[in-house]
């Protein structure tokens, strides 16, 4: 699957819109991959101003997903497309909104970061399991990004699968978590602070994999929401 | 603000379909609201059966929201509205996307239903609280759907202005969850499932809102999301 699909329009205006939406969907992209990547880091070395760089970020992304969404509608209005552009921009338009709602994890992971900071500012070195876990969602997200670049449905499977391990590491944090809550009550406030965050990103790993959902709504046509992942592979090898 | 925009189109079958597109969305809400209902009373009762029912119909909304869509991607794509009637299709598709993230809320609600009537069966009278904040954000849905079955953004503010509320109640809540856990660590696993609850209303909340926001996207094609509650207020006098 190659981009193809984009070059076939008879106006060269209509492609080079579409050509710009999905450029637009990029940037905000990398935005929120690097409003992760900071949060994370703010979150484990209790670094306050990148904490607050994070959430001043997020004003950037939702003035994108509006302006984004009133591109979207304006193409829509104006060229009345049908089948694969109308699809291609009813999936942007969805996929947006999930990388806003990334966005709006990053922030509140930039959040506790800033709480926990005040808590306490030398427990920072014990977040090896959140990190790991990080890492796995921020290869979720920035996978379904590149397959979304490429339009390439082919490699989406190998990216879903993965939230089955992101979902397996955030049970077993919660479970130390609440060990570490019983052990000393005194941890439960800031072990709470880390649930949320741990929470948050189990969510952006859900989101990636909406993210992969909308493409293959985009490039097949097909609904597959609400799929296992088995179903999914089987679907994908149809 | 009446219904009266919708009446408007030379075609009557485009007409019939925008009204059946409404009409699924209010058969859409009424199935949620309803799932909030037992999903609760699930929880402050110890009803598990009641509690997999609302499970069980988490597929029934699924399945609505995927079939929603795809009546707007038909009409979109064969009648090529503009203006109101694009607006709605879109606001459309996004507020299903709300409802059936409300939904997946209430699921998970029963699931902390099962799981604590598991951990103990008696003491199941101890949610006063939560039930007043589960009563507070089934108000601010109930009200966002009759606003949206209604196209009357008048009384919109009124709506998201009880979010606040809830915001209030559930830092409430949060705050003697811990005080509970402090006193008793044996609590910790019991509060963290009320936790979650707490944390799945004040979801419903915003998802409420979201609503709202729609509509008026909807109804005067300006974009209020990311306004705080004055700023909204003050634009919807304009």
Redesign the interface.
Known sequence: MDNSKIGQHISGQFNKELEDVRNKVLTMGGLVEQQIELAVTAFTTGDVEMAELVIKQD?QV?AL??AI??EC?QI??LR?P??FD??LL?AV??VI?ELERVGDMAERIAEMAIQLSNADSNKHDQYYELEHMAELVQEMLHGALDVFARMNIEDVTAITGLDENVDREYGSIIRQL?TK??ED??N??RM?NV?WVARSLERIGDHACNVCEHLIYMVKGE?V??LTQEELERKMKE
Chains 1, 2 share one sequence.
Do not use: S, Y
């Open positions: 004003n939702d997903e509006m969404d009133q509608m829509l209005a009345q049908a089948a109308l699809r009813i338009i969805k909104n609440i809550m019983m009550p005194r439960i406030t709470l649930l609904d929401r609400h």
